[in-house]
C-alpha cells in the first residue's frame, strides 16, 4: 500500500520561501514520476512541477525560476523548495507519484501568501 503524506506548508509573506516535503512509505517500484499539483479555491488543480524516474523536471510556466523540485530516493522523499512566494501561489498543494498506470496523492497541504 502506497502512501504519501506532506509536510511544510503554512503562512508566508510575500517575496518569502517555504520548502515542501513528502514522504512516501510503501513498495515503489515502477516510477513514472514524482509531482507537486496545486488547487486553489474555485479552481482546477493544476500541475506545478514533475520529476520523472530519470530526474528530468518540468515546470508550470507560473512558477519557473521560482521553484525547484528535488527527490531523495534513499529516504522515498520528493521536496518543493519555493521562493519569491506570490499571493497567488496561495494553494492546497498536493504530492502525487504514479507507479505503471496509477496514480497516488496524498492529503495536501495547505500554502497561504499573505500580500
Known amino acids: 500500500q502506497v502512501q504519501l503524506v506532506e509536510s511544510g506548508g503554512g503562512l508566508v509573506q510575500a517575496g518569502g520561501s517555504l520548502r515542501l516535503s513528502c514522504t512516501i512509505s510503501?513498495?515503489?517500484?515502477?516510477?513514472?514520476?514524482m509531482g507537486w499539483y496545486r488547487q486553489a479555491p474555485g479552481k482546477q488543480r493544476e500541475s506545478v512541477a514533475t520529476?520523472?524516474?530519470?530526474?528530468?523536471?518540468g515546470y508550470a510556466d507560473s512558477v519557473k525560476g521560482r521553484f525547484t523540485i528535488s527527490r531523495d530516493n534513499a529516504k522515498n522523499m520528493v521536496y518543493l523548495q519555493m521562493n519569491s512566494l506570490k499571493p497567488e501561489d496561495t494553494a492546497v498543494y498536493y504530492c502525487?507519484?504514479?507507479?505503471?498506470?496509477?496514480?497516488?496523492w496524498g492529503q495536501g497541504t495547505q500554502v497561504t501568501v499573505s500580500s
Open positions: 510503501g513498495s515503489i517500484f515502477n516510477l513514472v514520476s
Open positions: 502525487n507519484i504514479l507507479i505503471g498506470w496509477v496514480a497516488y
Open positions: 520529476i520523472t524516474g530519470a530526474g528530468n523536471t
